[in-house]
């Protein structure tokens, strides 16, 4: 499109970029779009297939359901095929052998792709060796996810304290069943605001520094490592104790990003780490058993759809998300991918976006070694040659539930806050334009924490397109119990954030790419309200 002069601005004021004119109001017509009865009941189709871990059958119908809709809206898809060695629980259990607590001790879940037993399982004596050490937030989340390799280090830090607890336990624990806690770090929503570029409030919705952002999938900043100790110390298993009450325990899968191990370990609620604390003074007798269906060179596709634009550009924007996961909101994006599909792929010639679509529905979020969307990006160099702008979109129709002593696992009656993340360059000042348009409230833009770029969006990010990704992190967001927490789904949030999405898009097809690419200095310019781009 033409790279005629463009004037931004931020807070709501209106924008004119190639010759267009954008304001506060939204661009977007929601009567094209899917309602939120029809969203949610879409979403509950997809969780009527089970959890969908990658390459198993429930997770293939759901990629053939979203290819059939692509199909419908009139796109061209095609497929690309990866192969991992896949890992799925099939039974996990503890025992206690002996003592005043023996018998089975009820467990919450499995440590991801951890090493399985067979049958008969693991016996050893338990033995109870301390915490997993948090991660210091005194100066703000920010601190220890500030570059790419710091979620590792961080975990590799962890991991160095649990070889010197493990080291003053007497006896050691070589052929032992270890017990070990894992505290989930107690952030506060003002714990982000060193990322912070833009809040969207509502006087109904406010989004607070001092509101608990203590969630059960951020553990995956200290336990990555945590088993690597055990296994070099020759444990015979470990049982982590999460810092959650046993409802918001249940079905945690994680660490999700870790890498498979040999060593055996499973997972309990607060309260039952409590009571095995207890018996384990006594170092009684227990066995572990973790069965597991373990599948070397396992296929699963991902899916690229496109929809070309009017012709006035040869330039496209990418719409990614994943494919898999295990609930309601883990991963329901694909849900959202078809209906925009079907939303611009039905709108008459005259309001046809110049810019040409790209929907890039990956796996591998919960395979090992999958490349998720940086395989898109290897695949498809000529598409990301061409283009302008990306959007990645996760988790919609979160609603927030809360974990606390006080009150234990409830719902706070509020939407779960989203953060979007975005690429510094003014790709923000069109993200939060939107933003106000459609009052996508209790929502932040982000920038990234050094050059770590949140979700499956950041390979786009780090390939030098302009990016935003919208993330949700729900306490329930990794459990794969209770239904896959269907009752948890807001069909109106989930509404509003495909609205946005729409929106969004249609004014980044307005927005040159000679402007969505200027740089940081730029868009700090921008937000003074001084700056004009040519």
């Not at 961080?154 to 160095?160: I, L, M, V």
């Not at 598409?383 to 696992?409: C, M, N, P, Q």
């Amino acid at each position: 499109m033409g790279a005629g002069a463009s004037t931004l601005a931020l807070g709501g004021v209106s924008r004119a970029a190639g010759g267009a004119l954008l304001g506060p109001a939204p661009v977007v017509d929601p009567s094209r779009l899917p309602g939120a009865r029809t969203l949610a009941r879409q979403v509950s189709d997809m969780v009527a297939l089970g959890p969908r871990f990658t390459a198993t059958p429930a997770h293939n119908q759901f990629i053939d359901w979203i290819e059939t809709g692509f199909q419908s809206a009139g796109l061209s898809v095609s497929r690309d095929t990866f192969n991992f060695t896949q890992w799925l629980a099939q039974d996990y259990s503890l025992e206690l052998l002996e003592g005043p607590g023996a018998g089975p001790v009820p467990l919450a879940s499995y440590w991801t792709f951890s090493g399985p037993t067979g049958s008969g399982g693991v016996t050893g004596q338990l033995a109870y060796v301390g915490a997993i050490p948090s991660p210091s937030v005194s100066g703000g989340l920010v601190a220890p996810i500030s570059d790419a390799d710091a979620i590792q280090r961080t975990a590799g830090e962890a991991a160095a304290d649990l070889t010197a607890a493990i080291a003053a336990v007497p006896g050691g624990v070589k052929g032992r069943i270890a017990l070990i806690d894992a505290p989930i770090a107690p952030l506060q929503m003002g714990d982000l605001d060193g990322l912070l570029t833009y809040r969207q409030q509502d006087v109904r919705h406010r989004l607070l520094d001092s509101e608990d952002y203590k969630r059960a999938w951020t553990t995956i900043l200290t336990m990555l490592e945590a088993l690597a100790p055990f296994e070099q110390a020759g444990a015979a298993g470990v049982v982590v104790a999460l810092d959650a009450s046993a409802a918001n325990a249940a079905g945690q899968f994680t660490p999700f990003i870790n890498s498979p191990t040999s060593l055996p370990a499973v997972i309990v609620d607060r309260d039952t780490g409590r009571r095995l604390r207890a018996v384990a003074a006594g170092t009684p007798q227990a066995r572990l058993t973790l069965q597991a269906q373990v599948t070397p060179n396992t296929p699963s596709d991902s899916l690229v759809a496109i929809l070309p634009g009017s012709g006035a550009s040869d330039e496209l924007m990418i719409v990614n998300t994943h494919t898999d996961g295990m609930n309601a909101y883990e991963e329901n994006a694909g849900i959202a991918l078809v209906a925009l599909a079907k939303y611009f792929a039905g709108l008459p010639a005259s309001r046809r976006l110049s810019r040409t679509l790209v929907f890039s529905a990956v796996t591998g979020h919960f395979g090992p070694g999958l490349p998720q969307t940086q395989g898109f990006i290897d695949r498809h160099p000529d598409l990301v040659k061409r283009a302008a702008a990306s959007l990645t979109v996760e988790h919609f129709g979160s609603s927030e539930w809360i974990d606390d002593l006080a009150h234990g696992y409830h719902p706070s009656g509020r939407v779960e806050p989203g953060a979007i993340f975005h690429s510094q360059t003014p790709i923000a000042a069109t993200g939060i334009e939107s933003l106000q348009a459609l009052n996508l409230y209790r929502t932040e833009m982000l920038r990234p924490a050094g050059d770590t770029f949140f979700g499956v969006g950041a390979s786009l990010h780090s390939a030098g397109i302009p990016s935003i990704a919208y993330i949700a992190g729900p306490n329930y967001l990794l459990s794969f119990a209770d239904g896959g927490h269907l009752d948890k789904l807001d069909g109106r949030r989930f509404h509003r954030e495909v609205l946005w999405s729409a929106d969004l898009l249609t004014r980044l097809d307005q927005v040159p790419a000679n402007v969505l690419n200027a740089g940081d200095t730029v868009l700090l310019g921008l937000q003074s309200g001084r700056t004009t781009l040519p």
